[in-house]
């Protein structure tokens, strides 16, 4: 969520540097992936740092299992921003 706060915030002040955004892959910690190739599950079940309830996948597949194991709403990079921008 301060991710998207702060691309939202910079966009939106002229600054065209807005770069890659990364996000690490739930099941492989030690991994980056791009967020715009990313998965992400928004569900109460997961207790995130930031509070956001919020984790990411880099396989669509294992997203939608821990949704269909603990319930959720699955959500791309640009969905997902459009989501909390629009809160």
Do not use: Q, R
């Amino acid at each position: 969520e301060c991710m998207v706060e702060y691309e939202e915030e910079k966009s939106s002040g002229g600054e065209n540097g807005i770069f890659d955004s990364y996000t690490i892959d739930v099941l492989n910690p030690g991994v980056l992936i791009n967020s715009d190739d990313a998965f992400f599950i928004l569900s109460e079940s997961i207790k995130s740092p930031m509070s956001g309830n919020l984790a990411s996948y880099s396989i669509k597949a294992e997203a939608e299992n821990y949704i269909k194991k603990n319930g959720g709403e699955l959500y791309d990079w640009k969905t997902l921003k459009v989501k909390f921008i629009n809160k």
